[in-house]
Structures are given as C-alpha cells and as structure tokens.
C-alpha cells in the first residue's frame, strides 16, 4: 500500500514537471524571440524591427508556427538537414496573419477594410494579398509604388514639378471616393484654388486628368459641359471669327467675366462694353 501511494506521488510529481517545463517551453517557443535565435542571426532582423510599426510585437506574433511545425524544425535543426523542411513562417505565413489584427484597422484614418474603398476594391473585389501591394523590405510594410504600377502601369504621375510623386500622395485608400481622391486631397497642395464660386463644386478630376492631359484646352470645355455656349451672345463670333479660345478671356478657375474685370481684358481688342450685353 505505501508502495502503491510511492509509486502515485511520483507519478503527479513527473506530471506536474511535464506541465511546468510543456508550459515553459510553449511559452519559449510561442512568444520568446530568443527561439527564433537558434536558427537565425537576429541582429539585423531586430534592428529594423526595432524602428518598425510592428516593434510592439514578438517575432511569433507575425512568424508564427504551430507545435507541430516548430518540433518539426527543432528535430531537423538538431539533426542538421533542414532543406526538406517547409519554412513557411518566414515570407509566406506572415501575410496570411495581417487580417488577424487590421481586418478592424487600417492606416490611413483607421478604417475597417469594408469602409475604406480603396481596401474594399483591392481586397474584396479583386482578392489581392496583402503584400500584393505592401513590401516587405526587413519590416518596412508601407505600400511600394512600385506594386501600384504592376496593374496600373498606363498610370504615369503628371509633370508640372510633380513627376516624383508618390501614388498614395494623391490616391487615399481611406477616401470614399471611387478615384480615391477627394477635392481636400488636391487642394493640400493646390492651395490657390478659389473654394467657392463657379465650378467650385466640381471635382478637380472632372476636368483635369493628371495620369492623360493635365492641362484642359476649348475642346473639354465646350464638348463636357458647354457646347451650347457657342449659341450664347457672340461667343460664336469670339469662338470662330475672331478664333478666340475659352481662356483667352476667361480666367481658369475664377472663370467669370463681369463689370470688374471687364476693363483690361475686354478693351485689349475693342472699346469697352459692359459684359452684360455679351451673353443676351
């Protein structure tokens, strides 16, 4: 009998070894970079992760793998033959966790995926990957512009001091915007643009096309919008005789002729008139 309560004290003693070191080895190889030390040479890895967005999380939050796997490795490493080992944790398994954290986030004005159009095109409706679009240049995971021309590669940037730009400078993926640009997003820059007056409530892209022709010349005005104008007054006659274009007296973007600035601009070519008189 006492051997019997020998033999059962011994065999809780093993057990509760078994769960302390299981639990201490669970822990090691889930959540301690240290694991990952054994196999990689962590210092250049850690010095970009250090200055990365994702520097708050362990190696296996992103790298993980499951128990199956790691013993897998760990016997292949010990044994010295781990070329016939899959290593999917490293460039693959990685990507296929993103949605476990940013399916609820994203970064540009914190939007779920669904809410942010650009997200919702790329991901749902064309079922890109993640990395499909972001890099992954040693923890660097910000968008690569050079992604964005794989599939948009008619899409050349515009001039006018701007060929350098960056895609995401003008297209946001949290805009609501089927262009991914809001008329805010233009006017950052574009800061001289009137926010108020004729036109002001158009889109910039309804008349300008950055990635075609920026500039706009007599056939977008009168083919888009104002074709019947060349009926109006005499803009006929400023149009066709006297070969006149749409800028020439209108001022891009302010657009309206009136009594203030009539002189200077009406009496370069004749005596001055009052603009009322020229449409009616």
């Known amino acids: 009998m006492k051997g019997k309560g020998s033999l059962l004290i011994l065999v809780l003693l093993v057990c509760a070894l078994t769960v302390i070191v299981g639990r201490r080895y669970y822990t090691y190889t889930q959540s301690d970079p240290d694991f990952c030390s054994l196999c990689h040479l962590m210092q250049e890895a850690q010095k970009s992760w250090s200055v990365s967005r994702h520097n708050g999380m362990v190696c296996q939050a992103c790298h993980g793998m499951s128990l199956l796997e790691e ?32 399916a609820q986030e994203t970064a ?81 820059c574009h800061k001289d643009i009137p926010r108020e007056g004729v036109m002001s409530r158009l889109q910039c892209f309804e008349c300008h096309h950055p990635h075609e022709a920026l500039r706009m010349d007599d056939a977008n ?4 919008c104002h074709g019947d104008h060349v009926q109006a007054g005499i803009h006929g006659k400023h149009l066709k005789m006297v070969e006149l274009g749409c800028t020439a007296c209108h001022k891009p973007h302010t657009w309206s002729v009136g009594r203030d600035q009539a002189p200077g601009l009406c009496d370069r070519c004749h005596p001055l008139r009052s603009p009322d008189l020229f449409v009616y």
Request: aromatic content about 6%; proline content about 1%.
């Open 108 to 188: 540009q004005g914190s939007l779920t995926l669904r809410n942010s159009y650009g997200h919702a095109r790329h991901v749902f409706m064309l079922n890109l990957n993640c990395n499909s679009c972001h890099g992954a240049e040693a923890h660097d995971l910000r968008a690569n512009q050079e992604n964005c021309r794989k599939c948009h590669e008619d899409k050349l940037v515009h001039g006018m001091g701007t060929a350098g730009q960056f895609c995401l400078n003008c297209h946001s993926f949290g805009d609501s915007s089927s262009n991914l640009v809001s008329y805010e997003r233009c006017t950052n």
């Open 221 to 224: 005005c009168l083919g888009s």
């Open 71 to 102: 013993n897998r490795m760990l016997v292949a490493f010990v044994a010295g033959n781990t070329s016939g080992v899959s290593q999917e944790h490293g460039r693959i398994r990685p990507w296929k966790t993103c949605v476990d954290c940013h």
